[in-house]
């Protein structure tokens, strides 16, 4: 493999319910598929409270863990401040056991609305702390037992759960977000960083300041546990493209041109976008196809052909 794409990994992600009916067995073509294009991952976005038809990630990786044997899976991001970190770690670690080893949770501080916390009897004020103690209360029950914690917001007396993750080093928690908060929290407490909507300029400015915070925090971040997440959609002109994922590129920044974040065009547009990412230090790639529901599995299989091969066979 050429050296400059060793560690380089394309996974995808999904958001929402990306086909045209609501006929379960789609996702699971949908995750069959992508495990035959070699496609390394998928990733699931949280959102409990939603009129948006919306999976909840947890169960959902439980049923991608029973129909692949390679496919990797995880969240972009969990909501960790709505959750009880007990029973995600507990979780998670089967969701690793059963799959041997594949999942990656990816976490955050959860959405704006106040709603949300209310309904999952949570406090929007205190998800900042609740987030860092779930952390430090999931490794510790991921690798030991007789866990007693004492926190602002959690309390745990000689707790222990079974199995254990699988993984050698415990599922790495990776961090989302671009702010300056969310840059000292990942180097601060994170395994890794994954970031959506930033440019590779970004990525590039930000990937040193974790790197030298991580350090006066004593927490070690391997080199390629930086990624990015990016909208594509694939057609003919870069015109085309960015009219087919107009009503379907859900997140978007009025301070970027679209092109510095997303890919939509011919496949050369998103391999240079990808090329400019990885020379600013990002790895690890959750691509979202922004398309209309009926093209779903096309721009999937282009994805396969066009990309996947590029960067995981050199």
Request: charged share 25%.
């Amino acid at each position: 493999m050429n050296t400059k794409y060793d560690k380089v990994r394309i996974g995808m992600a999904m958001s929402g319910w990306p086909f045209l009916s609501e006929d379960p067995t789609q996702l699971g073509d949908y995750v069959t598929k992508m495990e035959k294009l070699d496609i390394d991952s998928l990733w699931f976005t949280d959102r409990i409270i939603s009129e948006t038809f919306t999976l909840e990630p947890i169960v959902t990786m439980s049923y991608i863990a029973a129909i692949t044997k390679k496919l990797k899976f995880g969240t972009s991001v969990i909501a960790l401040p709505l959750r009880n970190p007990t029973v995600l770690a507990k979780e998670i670690a089967t969701l690793d056991f059963i799959s041997n080893g594949r999942s990656l949770p990816a976490v955050g501080l959860g959405p704006e609305t106040e709603n949300d916390y209310e309904a999952c009897g949570s406090d929007k004020k205190s998800r900042v702390s609740r987030t860092e103690e779930a952390v430090e209360i999931m490794r510790l029950l991921w690798s030991g037992n007789n866990v007693t914690y004492k926190g602002e917001n959690f309390v745990l007396n000689n707790v222990s759960i079974e199995p254990k993750p699988v993984q050698e080093n415990l599922p790495p928690i990776w961090f989302g977000g671009r702010s300056e908060a969310a840059i000292n929290r990942t180097a601060k407490i994170g395994d890794g960083w994954l970031v959506s909507n930033a440019t590779p300029e970004e990525v590039s400015a930000s990937i040193p300041k974790i790197k030298k915070r991580a350090i006066t925090f004593e927490n070690h971040i391997e080199d390629d546990h930086y990624g990015a997440l990016i909208n594509f959609c694939f057609a003919d002109t870069r015109r085309e493209g960015e009219k087919l994922a107009k009503n379907y590129n859900i997140v978007r920044r009025e301070d970027v041109d679209i092109k510095d974040v997303a890919a939509f065009g011919p496949p050369d547009i998103l391999i240079n976008l990808l090329d400019d990412y990885i020379k600013a230090g990002a790895t690890k790639f959750t691509l979202r196809s922004a398309c209309p529901p009926e093209m779903t599995f096309e721009q999937m299989t282009l994805l396969g052909k066009h990309i996947v091969p590029r960067y995981h066979a050199g």
